[in-house]
């Protein structure tokens, strides 16, 4: 799975590796092995520690990276902190969190392989020249970062109800960690919409096509405001 600590490869690997196959190695690679951890394990010491050292490392590990492909292994690692949290109560909850994670990361990637944008600095391209396509990828950043009321605050959220009973101390922890990724992710997305830059070191060729903008846009407008139509539905219901 790449969960810490034997997690070194895992970096390496992605940054190796194009977009389409990160987002494999990210998402589909992992279905098996977390299936047969749930079976196997539903409470231990040695899953608690598994769980916080993953937090930790997914947090710390993508705070001095410029590489997005780096920063999305970490976030990955992270988030699989999340899930082996999910073993502690019900195995729904897990499939629930891993499939809006695979969503939000296939909307990223989505992005990301169209432009071949691999490095943060390259999402100084889109100020002048694509101003709506770099909005939504700041998005879903903070959606993957679970900050709310974006749709990857939904699947936290879940696991916090559940957590906050039996739990507390482990709760209270996982949060903490949470919110240095959330300064992370804030602080990109505060200097790539507030401030400019004229002297870019990379060319990207900005698709204008119709078709893949409005993907883009249609895939963006869900991971970014899921939270808002599930409360909806919820409220309906």
């Not at 810490?4 to 992992?30: C, D, M, R």
């Not at 559940?162 to 990724?181: A, E, H, Q, S």
């Not at 903008?213 to 409360?231: A, E, P, R, V």
């Amino acid at each position: 799975m790449g969960a810490a600590p034997f997690h070194f490869w895992f970096p390496e690997i992605i940054e190796g590796i194009n977009w389409i196959n990160s987002l494999v190695l990210i998402t589909w690679q992992k279905i098996a092995p977390i299936i047969l951890l749930s079976y196997t394990i539903k409470y231990s010491n040695y899953l608690i520690f598994i769980i916080l050292i993953s937090t930790i490392v997914g947090r710390l590990g993508g705070l001095n990276q410029t590489r997005l492909r780096k920063i999305i292994a970490y976030s990955s690692i992270n988030h699989l902190g999340w899930i082996l949290r999910s073993f502690l109560n019900r195995n729904i909850i897990w499939i629930l969190y891993f499939c809006l994670y695979s969503f939000i990361s296939i909307t990223l990637i989505y992005i990301l392989n169209i432009f071949k944008i691999f490095y943060l600095k390259q999402i100084y391209t889109f100020i002048n020249k694509n101003l709506l396509i770099k909005f939504t990828l700041l998005l879903n950043l903070l959606s993957l970062g679970g900050l709310p009321p974006f749709l990857g605050f939904l699947p936290k959220w879940i696991i916090i109800q559940y957590l906050r009973n039996n739990y507390i101390y482990l709760l209270f922890f996982i949060i903490t960690i949470t919110l240095i990724t959330l300064f992370f992710y804030l602080r990109i997305s505060y200097t790539r919409l507030i401030l400019s830059h004229n002297e870019l070191n990379f060319n990207i060729l900005i698709n204008k096509n119709i078709k893949i903008n409005f993907s883009i846009l249609t895939l963006s407008f869900i991971s970014i405001n899921g939270l808002i139509l599930c409360t909806i539905l919820f409220n309906l219901l």
